[in-house]
């Protein structure tokens, strides 16, 4: 059964940058039928989606987010990342990563981590 | 961006009762990229049905998804007490993926 685990710091200074990291277990970071994905999730906008990342590095952003994420692979460890830059109190919320399975004419989100709370304060 | 629209906000409906959830996107959705959720509060969102009708693994028969188009529907023909929660649809028909705003399905 795949799942997902998301960890690093629930709180993080305005104007720096928040990094979150998923590792995955049950299956494997190269399978060619998933991308791995970052949703936040904050009261003001709802589930919104941060982006999307392949085993081999190629990545999509929200174009809201786009200047200020990065997302990227670690295969030996079976873990992807989230760098958001330069963040603000309009940044906090909870932060899931999952699994998009992306095979054929269908995507969608079939394995969620448990998400985890950062928060933007001084 | 395809704005996914979820009608209503709130519906509060006593269990037994028939459950119907709109999902109104502002521009064609492949009926494959369209997707539902469930979440309970403090918990991560479950996938439903994906590819607007085809229910996910473990999901029982009383939710049944429909639509094409602009227009999709989830409905859950009798409602029991695991199921009051809140809904959400899903597009990647057109970068970026959207989410509705959800529809809380409370306790009458």
């Known amino acids: 059964q795949l799942q997902l685990q998301e960890s690093g710091p629930g709180l993080v200074k305005p104007s720096e940058t928040l990094s979150l990291t998923c590792t995955v277990s049950g299956a494997s970071i190269s399978s060619s039928t998933y991308y791995w994905g970052w949703i936040r999730q904050s009261p003001r906008k709802g589930l919104e989606w941060i982006g999307s990342v392949y085993y081999t590095g190629s990545a999509y952003y929200n174009p809201s987010l786009k200047s200020r994420v990065a997302m990227s692979v670690d295969r030996s460890k079976n873990q992807f990342s989230l760098k958001l830059s330069s963040v603000t109190a309009a940044d906090t919320g909870v932060f899931y990563c999952?699994?998009?399975?992306?095979?054929?004419?269908?995507?969608?989100?079939?394995?969620w981590g448990q998400g985890t709370l950062v928060t933007v304060s001084s | 961006e395809n704005v996914l629209t979820q009608s209503p906000g709130t519906l509060s409906l006593s269990p037994g009762e028939r459950a119907t959830l709109s999902c109104r996107a502002s521009q064609t959705v492949r009926t494959t990229l369209l997707a539902w959720y469930q979440q309970k509060p403090g918990q991560a969102p479950r996938l439903l049905i994906y590819?607007?009708?085809n229910r996910a693994t473990g999901i029982p028969d009383r939710f049944t998804g429909s639509g094409s188009g602009t227009d999709f529907t989830l409905t859950i023909s009798r409602l029991e007490p695991e199921d009051f929660a809140v809904y959400f649809c899903?597009?990647?028909?057109?970068?970026?993926?959207?989410f509705g705003g959800g529809t809380k399905v409370e306790i009458k």
């Open positions: 590819g607007t009708l």
């Open positions: 999952a699994s998009l399975f992306d095979y054929g004419d269908y995507a969608y989100y079939d394995h």
């Open positions: 899903q597009q990647y028909g057109s970068a970026p993926l959207t």
